[in-house]
């Protein structure tokens, strides 16, 4: 049986993580906190971020920005987009 929380971004219950997604007490609120939808779909713009603006993952800067940047997503805040990017369309 899948474990449900109350998704922060969704505010609904959902299917949770399986585990702490990162170490630590960020990974525990995320865990506790974020749907697996909303992780899937964060982790799709966090890998379209670092691609399109070519972050180095040694930097610390890029860390930090890609922290505010996950904050702001899963709190559906207003977050950067890859410059151009149009989101394909859903059927």
């Not at 972050?55 to 940047?69: I, K, V, W």
Request: hydrophobic letters at 30%.
């Amino acid at each position: 049986m899948s474990r449900k929380v109350h998704c922060r971004k969704y505010q609904q219950e959902l299917e949770g993580l399986e585990r702490p997604p990162v170490p630590g007490a960020k990974g525990k609120e995320i865990f506790e906190n974020v749907s697996k939808r909303a992780w899937q779909e964060w982790l799709q713009l966090q890998t379209m971020l670092i691609n399109e603006k070519h972050l180095t993952m040694t930097d610390p800067g890029a860390r930090r920005y890609l922290s505010e940047q996950m904050e702001k997503f899963l709190s559906n805040e207003p977050v950067d987009r890859a410059e151009g990017y149009v989101p394909p369309e859903r059927d």
